[in-house]
């Protein structure tokens, strides 16, 4: 039977800028980020695309004025980091706990079979 499962993970940073919480995420999960600009994304992000993994680390910020909040519920993070996988997200979960910028997990989805 084919695996359909399905996790999404949003992690939010106080401390830290785009450019330095990047490399640390980068370290922790072993992927290579891509510097990105969008308007829809408030500017700046970083990227990784995989076959079955996206990472997206953007400001807090959807594009609009500078106090438009992409995640109005979680505005005391300035940093979000939106984890698309079809892995189980215990393991981004374990990994994540080695950064030093303290990331806190703000919203955690998984679906489909196990």
């Known amino acids: 039977m084919g695996d359909n499962k399905?996790?999404?993970?949003?992690?939010?940073?106080?401390?830290?800028t785009l450019e330095s919480i990047s490399s640390e995420v980068s370290m922790a999960l072993g992927v290579k980020f891509h510097l990105h600009d969008s308007q829809f994304r408030g500017g700046?992000?970083?990227?990784?695309e995989s076959g079955?993994?996206?990472?997206?680390?953007q400001r807090n910020n959807d594009g609009g004025s500078p106090d438009e909040r992409a995640e109005e519920e979680f505005g005391n993070?300035?940093?979000l980091l939106y984890i698309e996988t079809q892995e189980s997200g215990t393991a981004f979960i374990d990994r994540l706990r080695r950064v030093t910028s303290a990331p806190v997990m703000l919203?955690?989805?998984?679906?489909?079979?196990?």
Not at 6 to 16: C, M, P, S
Not at 52 to 57: C, D
């Open 6 to 16: 399905h996790t999404t993970i949003l992690f939010g940073f106080v401390a830290g």
């Open 44 to 48: 700046d992000y970083y990227r990784f």
């Open 52 to 57: 079955r993994e996206l990472y997206i680390l």
């Open 77 to 79: 993070y300035p940093i």
């Open 107 to 114: 919203r955690f989805s998984e679906q489909g079979n196990t």
